[in-house]
C-alpha cells in the first residue's frame, strides 16, 4: 500500500479541522435556511423564541453567494438561531414594509416579548408583541455573523448546548 504524499495529508488534515477553508464545498448537510411563503409563518416562528436572521433578496449573481454564506451560517448556527430567505419579487408588500432601496439587505429579528401596555387594541384577541429589529451592517460571511451576535448578545447553537 502506497503512503500519501505529505501535502495531500496535510491539505485532508486541514479540510477536515478548518472552519474557514474554502478550497473546497463543505458537507453541511439538509439545508437550515426557511423560505419565506407568508407573514403568518414568520410571526409563527418569531414566536417560537429564537433570533431569526432574515435575508432580503432578488436574483442575482451577488444572491447567489449570499445562498452560500447563509447556508453555511444557518449550519453553524443552528438551533440557537433561525436564517430565512425573502425572494421580494415574490412577496413585494413584505419587502415594501422594510423601507429599504437596495437589495439584498439582511435584518436580525431578535427578542419577542409580549407588550405590557396593549395600548386601544380592536379585538382583545389580538396580542401585541415587541420585537427589535437590527439592520446588519457586518461582512455577509458566517465569521461576520458570529462576531454581530457577539456583540449583540445572541448566543450561537454550541453556546446553548454549553450552557444546558
Do not use: W
Not at 495531500?8 to 479541522?17: A, E, F, I, K, V
Request: hydrophobic share 30%.
Amino acid at each position: 500500500m502506497e503512503q500519501q504524499p505529505f501535502l495531500d495529508r496535510m491539505l485532508g488534515q486541514l479540510r477536515c479541522t478548518c472552519k474557514y477553508y474554502t478550497g473546497y464545498p463543505k458537507d453541511l448537510g439538509p439545508s437550515r435556511v426557511i423560505h419565506f411563503t407568508s407573514e403568518r409563518e414568520f410571526v409563527k416562528l418569531l414566536h417560537e423564541g429564537y433570533p431569526m436572521v432574515v435575508a432580503f433578496s432578488i436574483r442575482g449573481n451577488y444572491t447567489r453567494h449570499l445562498d452560500k454564506v447563509l447556508e453555511e451560517a444557518a449550519a453553524e448556527f443552528y438551533p440557537g438561531v433561525k436564517f430565512m430567505r425573502v425572494e421580494c419579487p415574490k412577496y413585494p408588500g413584505f419587502c415594501i414594509t422594510r423601507q429599504k432601496k437596495e437589495y439584498p439587505f439582511i435584518e436580525i429579528f431578535h427578542s419577542p416579548e409580549q407588550t405590557a401596555n396593549q395600548g386601544k387594541a380592536v379585538d382583545p384577541g389580538i396580542t401585541k408583541y415587541a420585537v427589535k429589529v437590527l439592520p446588519f451592517n457586518y461582512d455577509v460571511s458566517p465569521y461576520g455573523f458570529r462576531e454581530f451576535f457577539k456583540r449583540h448578545g445572541i448566543g450561537s447553537s454550541k453556546q446553548n448546548q454549553t450552557s444546558q
